[in-house]
């Protein structure tokens, strides 16, 4: 079975800071990969996704994510954070053969406090 | 363009009681999901409706739960004889068949008392 690992609850970085958040998955082949941000009392908003091709993909709001296939980890990365970044952060996985029902497996979740 | 909403957006009821949440995928998109998010839980699965197939209802708790979508768009998430295990936010995605990201909507926060 999938899973999702996100083994950071929480983490508190100054403004201007560098963030890095880290996801690992298991799945038995390629997955489909996404990071997804939620502000307190919203829905899920898509940061960035993996598919295929380019191991570094960019995303909204400077978000970046490398997937590395020896690692098994789909990591996220901005090189300076704002104080609206402050959110929850979701790594997910999904099956990358078509015509599967695609449900995502989702990590726990972490949330990110950013000082001024 | 309008992106999936949900309603009520907030919903408090008492133990025992049934519920039915509402939820409008983004117009053209056939396939819709139905997740919860419960505190300290992350998100789960629920349940798929794709098109006019059988929806993977795998993810269903309990008996309890159901959904049914009608005509292919709205979609009705309905739990029976509510417990307080089941206050969590639930949360709908729809994707099209063209990609394979899914749209999510604000959620209904339920609050089972």
């Known amino acids: 079975a999938q899973s999702v690992t996100q083994p950071d609850i929480h983490i508190t970085v100054s403004e201007g800071a560098s963030l890095e958040l880290r996801c690992n998955y298991s799945y038995g082949a390629t997955p489909y990969l996404f990071w997804y941000v939620q502000s307190p009392g919203q829905g899920l908003q898509l940061l960035l996704k993996y598919f295929s091709g380019d191991t570094l993909v960019q995303g909204i709001k400077g978000f970046e994510a490398e997937f590395k296939r020896s690692q098994s980890s789909f990591n996220l990365r901005k090189p300076s954070v704002h104080w609206s970044d402050a959110a929850e952060y979701f790594c997910?996985?999904?099956?990358?053969?078509?015509?599967?029902?695609?449900?995502?497996?989702f990590g726990t979740g972490t949330r990110l406090q950013v000082t001024l | 363009g309008a992106g999936v909403s949900q309603s009520p957006s907030n919903k408090v009821t008492e133990k025992g009681k049934d519920v039915e949440l509402r939820c409008d995928p983004i117009s053209g998109h056939t396939a819709l999901y139905w997740y919860r998010q419960s505190l300290g839980q992350g998100l789960e699965f629920l349940i798929y409706f794709q098109g006019n197939s059988a929806p993977d209802k795998s993810g269903l708790p309990s008996d309890r739960f159901s959904a049914e979508r009608t005509g292919g768009s709205v979609s009705t998430l309905t739990i029976q004889r509510t417990q307080q295990e089941d206050s969590a936010v639930y949360l709908c995605a729809s994707r099209s068949l063209a990609e394979e990201t899914q749209y999510f909507g604000p959620g209904t926060r339920l609050l089972v008392l």
């Open positions: 997910a996985v999904g099956p990358s053969n078509t015509g599967t029902a695609s449900k995502l497996t």
